[in-house]
């Protein structure tokens, strides 16, 4: 089964400060790789998606993040985070072999940015 | 991105009650999801729900979870005897089929006591 990792619980940041989130994936087989981001009493919502193609993808509000296939990773970057940016980061993936493609979740990362 | 909303937003109830939520999906989906989310804990997922059957299930989803599709449109998940352990967020998600992407409502927190 696959399973997702977060390396960091909680990142206490400085606004303007860069942002790295890590996230690695344990599967051998091809995967659909996901970012979701939880606001303060707000639903998750999709920040960005990888499936295929071009490994550095960008999403919304300045996000980015790099599939590196030979690190089994999927790291989440901002250059200069804003205080609006305070929220849960989880990092998500599913299995690109068709079916009904259940999405696991890392346990996701605290960010707090300060002002 | 598709709206998905879910009601209630909170449900109190008792042990050993019987609890449906609710999940309304705006546009029209053929896969479904329920996720739950312990305090503090990672999003799990529950079940899947696809042509009107479940399609997969985690080992949480026992005998006491149920799902159906009654009328179409809402798409609800019961949950027959509550315990405890059971208090936690329940999020539904649909998938794009066209994208391939799940996208999720503001979740139900049911707590039971």
């Known amino acids: 089964a696959q399973s997702v990792s977060q390396h960091n619980h909680h990142v206490i940041l400085s606004e303007a400060a860069s942002l790295e989130l890590g996230c690695n994936y344990s599967?051998?087989?091809?995967?659909?790789l996901f970012w979701y981001v939880q606001y303060p009493g707000q639903h998750l919502q999709l920040l960005l998606k990888?499936?295929?193609?071009?490994?550095l993808v960008k999403g919304i509000k300045g996000f980015e993040a790099e599939f590196i296939k030979s690190k089994f990773s999927f790291n989440l970057r901002k250059p200069s985070v804003q205080w609006s940016d305070t929220a849960e980061y989880f990092c998500a993936v599913t299995l690109n072999s068709g079916g009904y493609q259940k999405v696991t979740f890392g346990t996701g990362t605290k960010l707090q940015v300060i002002p | 991105e598709p709206e998905v909303t879910q009601t209630p937003s909170h449900q109190v109830t008792q042990m050993g009650q019987e609890v449906i939520l609710r999940c309304v999906p705006i546009?029209?989906?053929?896969?479904f999801y329920w996720y739950r989310q312990i305090l503090g804990q990672k999003v799990e997922f529950l079940v899947s729900f696809y042509n009107n059957e479940i399609s997969e299930k985690s080992e949480i989803f026992d005998d006491q979870f149920s799902v159906e599709r009654p009328d179409g449109s809402n798409f609800t998940l019961k949950i027959r005897s509550t315990k405890l352990e059971d208090s936690a967020m329940y999020f539904c998600a649909v998938r794009d089929s066209l994208w391939d992407t799940q996208y999720f409502g503001p979740g139900t927190r049911l707590t039971v006591l």
């Open positions: 546009s029209n989906h053929l896969y």
């Open positions: 990888y499936f295929s193609g071009d490994p």
């Open positions: 599967y051998g087989g091809t995967v659909n």
